[in-house]
């Protein structure tokens, strides 16, 4: 059954699809009236619901059933140095896929993208929609965060202490991450660094140090990004789950 995308406060009263969702049924799955499609909310709500109405703008719903569904634990976050081209989409698809909670672009000294401050909102935009589609062919009930592109100096002034921490590192002293994952007890959040092509800098990778993230060692291998990416979502889920 298709899934749609229907915003938590079109659940009540008179539930409708709007916007690109609207279009996305009509136009392109060419729903009709009578047909029933899936639909869920982002925050774990899923259902069913019939279609009533049709127009450009607006998919007007029955909603038949509703249930909610448990977010997988712990809530993983990933801080991943932008790469070249559309490497990024993948790895948003991929990490939907894993059950990633928030997905936080860097930039930092060594990667070969670069943001100007004013198209960070249309970035984060554009990739928020992948996220949601993504969503929409796995199953996934919970939509994640795609935050605004940050420097890797910033995010680190940002975060919360309290949960584990760990970055897929090439330096000398990286632990394997099996070790440290056992080490670990029943996290609510565990966060996971990764850098760009050209990795991190010595400089940054003492900013690291310094905010407590733990450096792990994923292997002999020298791994692209978003092979580093999945490789330690993984492991974090193997472990926890």
Request: aromatic share 8%; glycine share 10%.
């Amino acid at each position: 059954m298709d899934r749609f995308f229907l915003m938590p406060d079109q659940w009540g009263g008179k539930p409708a699809l709007t916007g690109d969702e609207a279009h996305h049924c009509c136009r392109v799955m060419r729903k009709q009236v009578g047909d029933t499609i899936a639909i869920f909310d982002g925050w774990g709500r899923q259902g069913e619901a019939r279609i009533m109405s049709l127009s450009k703008s607006e998919v007007g719903l029955e909603i038949l059933s509703s249930k909610d569904s448990d977010a997988l634990k712990p809530q993983i976050e990933i801080a991943v140095g932008v790469p070249k081209g559309k490497t990024f989409d993948l790895i948003l698809q991929k990490a939907v896929e894993m059950g990633v909670s928030r997905i936080q672009p860097l930039m930092s000294e060594q990667g070969n993208v670069r943001f100007k401050e004013s198209e960070g909102n249309a970035k984060r935009e554009k990739w928020q929609r992948v996220v949601l589609e993504a969503c929409k062919q796995c199953g996934q009930n919970y939509l994640p965060e795609v935050a605004v592109p940050l420097s890797l100096g910033n995010y680190l002034k940002e975060l919360q202490p309290g949960f584990p921490k760990f970055v897929g590192a090439l330096t000398p002293g990286a632990q394997g991450f099996r070790t440290l994952l056992e080490e670990v007890s029943d996290p609510g959040r565990v966060v996971l660094l990764i850098g760009p092509e050209g990795d991190f800098s010595a400089h940054e990778y003492e900013q690291i140090s310094a905010a407590d993230f733990a450096p792990v060692n994923l292997g002999e291998l020298v791994l692209r990004t978003e092979t580093a990416v999945f490789l330690m979502v993984a492991a974090v889920r193997y472990q926890f789950q």
